[in-house]
């Protein structure tokens, strides 16, 4: 899970969990001069090799941190 709150003050905040335990926790800007998220890339892989393979299952989209 991770959670993203966008802003300059000291309410922005990442929280990542896995399997329920927190493995970071950040509060404080999580951007400056007022930037807007302008895209957000779920489903980029890198690599030189090929051919590419991603799985990607139970993505949710919250408007708060859920429980």
Known sequence: MFYWHWSEGDDG???WKVNGEVIGDYHGS???NSKPIDFII???IYGD???KHQWIDDIEIW???PK
């Open 13 to 15: 905040r990442d929280l």
């Open 42 to 44: 779920l489903t980029q």
């Open 30 to 32: 999580t951007t400056r």
């Open 63 to 65: 408007n708060g941190i």
């Open 49 to 51: 090799a090929n051919p």
